[in-house]
């Protein structure tokens, strides 16, 4: 069984877990969900996350499936007003948590997310993320909770992780709500990163300091605290592999970032295909295929395995582009393919291993002319390998 956690959302999360991912140790659900997942698996655990971070989202014009669920709790107003926030009521706030914990367990879970809104800049969430805290560990004991719980801790902005003083503040706040709620784990993730992009400041800056968030947090918890990181598409597998974190959070094809759920709708996503001999995705699309022949023609020798791999790719992107699923199916092979390459090697050898990976994709891109125009992210073929490959030792 592998050491990522899949993050279920959506029918078709469904269906992808069910055909790559089933092998996962343990498995990130929505409520909704939980009977669809627990069809596809026997093995792996459940961790049903209500989603109390959507209500960092609020305002008065939510409406869909995921407020139709919350507007069933109790106070969730409150708990979503900012004035309410800094001055929170402990009988309030006990209300809405056991309401949402309520109804987590009527899902027979195995493990359950904490109640906890995302950290912002300043401390006006602190006491009441510790007043959730408190009622979960009151509603255990109450109710003889036989499920465990994992501790949310959701970073939206890249300055809470890059300044120190900002960190070291975030991080007691993360270490006195593990001892308040009794949880058993931590979930870290930094919402507003897509490492994907490849920008300057992530190898300066934004991924060394989430290294040292990570080391930091380990010196505060106890050796037996489950961890997990992400999901993102590179720096959980950076993470997991030099044994600071247990699991790396994934997405599915299609979500290598946390978006913090209830917000508005995000416009519609470019259909992607996965350009596995670089480690990175591009954008499904006739330039892509022009590109791609170009180099195999003038930059790729026919004896190089990376010829194959491109000509393969070159076949799909037309169906991929005419297909709302066939690019997401290939990146979500690719991925479990690209993790269990890394988790052959024994525990102290993953992160040489992810070094020697990357490092192959990074001089192979190296050689490849830059990506075409429409691409969102960097252009430069072999600029996330190398970003992440820098990271790994």
Same mark, same amino acid.
Not at 299 to 327: C, W, Y
């Given at each position: 069984m592998r050491d990522y956690v899949p993050f279920v959302n959506s029918a078709r999360d469904c269906e992808i877990f069910g055909e790559y991912y089933v092998d996962a140790q343990m498995v990130r659900v929505s409520v909704g969900r939980v009977d669809e997942v627990r069809s596809l698996s026997k093995t792996a655990k459940i961790w049903i996350d209500a989603?109390?971070?959507?209500?960092?989202?609020?305002?008065?014009?939510?409406?869909?499936?995921?407020?139709?669920i919350f507007k069933k709790y109790p106070h969730y107003e409150s708990i979503a007003d900012p004035a309410f926030q800094s001055k929170p009521d402990k009988g309030v706030v006990e209300t809405f948590v056991f309401a949402v914990? *309520?109804?987590?367990?009527?899902?027979?879970?195995?493990?359950?997310?904490?109640?906890?809104?995302?950290?912002?800049?300043g401390g006006e969430r602190n006491k009441i993320n510790r007043l959730m805290c408190e009622a979960t560990?009151?509603?255990?004991?109450?109710?003889?909770?036989?499920?465990?719980?994992?501790?949310?801790?959701?970073?939206?902005?890249?300055?809470?992780?890059?300044?120190?003083?900002? #960190?070291?503040?975030?991080?007691?706040?993360?270490?006195d709500c593990l001892r308040l709620s009794v949880a058993t784990g931590v979930w870290v993730v930094e919402?507003?990163?897509?490492?994907?992009d490849g920008a300057v400041t992530f190898e300066q800056r934004r991924f060394p300091k989430?290294?040292?968030?990570?080391?930091?947090?380990?010196?505060?918890?106890? *050796?037996?605290?489950?961890?997990?990181?992400g999901p993102y598409w590179g720096m959980n597998l950076v993470l997991w592999a030099r044994g600071l974190v247990k699991f790396a959070a994934i997405g599915l094809g299609n979500a290598y970032q946390y978006h913090i759920p209830g917000g508005p709708p995000p416009p519609p996503a470019n259909k992607r295909v996965a350009l596995t001999a670089l480690r990175r995705w591009a954008v499904a699309s006739p330039d892509l295929k022009q590109w791609i022949q170009k180099n195999l023609n003038e +930059?790729?020798?026919?004896?190089?395995?990376?010829?194959?791999?491109?000509?393969?790719?070159? +076949?799909?992107?037309? #169906?991929?582009?005419?297909?709302?699923?066939?690019?997401? #199916?290939?990146?979500?092979r690719f991925y479990k393919e690209w993790f269990d390459k890394i988790a052959s090697a024994p525990h102290s050898g993953r992160a040489l291993a992810?070094?020697?990976?990357?490092?192959?994709?990074?001089?192979?891109?190296?050689?490849?002319?830059?990506?075409?125009?429409?691409?969102?992210?960097?252009?430069?073929?072999? #600029?996330v390998a190398r970003q992440l490959m820098l990271n790994c030792l």
């Open positions: 989603g109390v971070d959507g209500l960092h989202n609020l305002n008065v014009k939510s409406t869909g499936q995921f407020w139709d914990l *309520k109804h987590c367990a009527a899902a027979r879970a195995d493990y359950v997310s904490v109640p906890q809104l995302p950290h912002v800049m560990a009151t509603w255990a004991v109450q109710n003889r909770s036989q499920f465990r719980f994992i501790l949310p801790c959701i970073f939206t902005q890249q300055e809470q992780i890059n300044t120190k003083s900002i #960190r070291t503040k975030k991080l007691k706040l993360v270490d919402s507003s990163l897509h490492d994907l989430l290294i040292e968030l990570h080391e930091e947090l380990g010196s505060l918890l106890p *050796k037996e605290t489950m961890t997990i990181a +930059r790729i020798s026919k004896t190089d395995p990376a010829h194959a791999q491109f000509l393969e790719v070159e +076949r799909l992107i037309e #169906r991929a582009m005419n297909s709302d699923d066939l690019g997401r #199916r290939q990146i979500a992810l070094y020697q990976d990357l490092s192959s994709a990074y001089v192979l891109g190296k050689t490849l002319t830059d990506l075409p125009k429409n691409e969102p992210g960097s252009r430069k073929p072999d #600029r």
